[in-house]
């Protein structure tokens, strides 16, 4: 089954721009590129991670294995607004070797060696320095745990949230950094720890639903030659007095951007930062799809994507002005649904891309235990203009991968090209643009716009 979409935009042929690719397993041994997620598990040291390897045309996903993390996931059992809300709960080291993954329901993070094919050996786990582990931002050879507390709906929260400094060891071993941990006000929760593309900045993210005075804001930390955290001046960035919630943030390649979802009002948020790490507000730009939570830009820095929680959906957003984000379509994602006529119990979550720019990948919550098909994980394909499609059906985990009870999250894209010789000939067709000069690769960015624009009024 493939998802329908509210607007489909000059999408083109995938067959114009297809490559071979044998099956999957043909040639194992070489170094595959891998998409990797959490189970989330919440029994008690069965948290797991799941390996599916990459198909060079399609995307499509062949399952490697699941690979258990020594710790404990997240329950959250009824759905409630929260616990869930972390992201780059899974993270590869940037050469490519070592993965790691957060286990929030036992304070711990997970260290894994990345072996030739793709699987995973564990080097070990470590306590993460506070409660509830939910994102991971690496650094170099510098590791930040973010640690969210307790707070939710429902819940004001009784725990400190912090963020905590490791070390990455040549063997994968996590060494915490004495003196490094950074706490955030009680009633808020961090649910980010994102590394500017140079690695000179940690963009950490707080959210609140009470109210409580320094939630909804990013705070820039400037990371010093021995991993520590000093904060940069002005102190954190936030958009007035009655921010929205604000969840899930991604970085622009080149330029000082910073783009964040805001859940409770539709929107994307835009921030920038100098040469200091001073994070200030610019404004923000208008999302069709509901409780935008999660952003991804492209390699290029053309096009962003944002992951609509409660619409299951995934916004495209032309990047042409950078400081002024402009939607050009919402994709609705496919796969089994409770409700034959609409969204199911089924909500989108964090997304990656592929290091080819080819292929989206998205991991669904299932809302209620009695449907755990809603638990899924998607294969977006990324036309030449940066829209999307789905033409090859989600996986759908399993209860023996996925419990019916837990949420996956985490998705992260490893290419272990160079490692073992082979070579990635897939080519980034993402965000054309006539200055290129070929008048077959079209990127008409404010046509697109318009078009998105007339058809939603």
Known sequence: MT??????????????????????????????????????????????????RRDARTGELTRIGKFATGGTGQLNVPKLVGPDDGDQQVQASADG???????????????????????????GTFASGG????????????????????????????????????????????TRIANSTVSFPVG???????????????????????GTAGGN?????????????????????????DAPVLLGAAAHPRLNIVYTGFASSAQVGVFTY???????????????????????????????????TATDSVSVFSLADPLHPVQVQEYALGGPRTNATGPGAA?????????????????????????????????????????LSEPVAPVVFSTSDVPANAHPQGVEVVSTAGRGGEHDRDRVYVGFDPRDGDPDRPWDAPGLARRFARQHG
Do not use: K, M
């Not at 994070?279 to 509901?290: E, I, L, R």
């Not at 299932?366 to 994980?377: C, E, V």
């Open 131 to 174: 409660d509830q582990p939910d994102s991971i931002g690496i650094a170099g050879r510098y590791l930040y745990v973010a640690n969210r507390g307790d707070a939710g709906q429902g819940n004001p929260g009784t725990t400190t949230p912090s963020v905590t400094a490791f070390t990455i060891s040549r063997d994968g071993t996590l």
């Open 97 to 123: 070797r070592f993965l790691f993954a957060v286990n929030q329901g036992s304070d711990s993070v997970t260290a894994f060696r990345i072996r030739g094919n793709g699987g995973l050996e564990r080097v």
């Open 3 to 52: 998802g329908t979409t509210s607007t489909r935009l000059a999408l083109e042929s995938l067959d114009e721009r297809a490559v071979p690719s044998a099956n999957p397993f043909d040639r194992f041994d070489q170094p595959p590129t891998v998409v990797y997620t959490e189970t989330n598990d919440p029994r008690e040291g069965q948290n797991a991670v799941l390996a599916y």
């Open 217 to 241: 804001t990013v705070s820039t930390f400037r990371i010093q030659p021995d991993g520590q955290l000093v904060a940069a001046p002005g102190g954190p960035a936030g958009a007035g007095t």
């Open 188 to 210: 808020t929760f961090v649910t980010q720890t994102l590394v500017s593309p140079d690695n000179r900045f940690l963009f950490v993210e707080s959210a609140t639903l009470s």
């Open 274 to 308: 100098d040469e200091t790490g001073r994070t200030s507000y610019v404004g923000p730009a208008a999302d069709t799809g509901a409780a935008p939570c999660w952003c991804v830009v492209s390699a290029d820095g053309r096009v962003l994507y944002v992951a609509n």
């Open 347 to 387: 909500n989108v979550f964090e997304i990656a891309l592929d290091p080819t720019g080819r292929f989206l990948y998205a991991v669904t919550q299932s809302t209620d235990p009695a449907f755990p098909q809603g638990n899924q994980l998607h294969t977006l394909n990324v036309a030449r203009d940066g829209t």
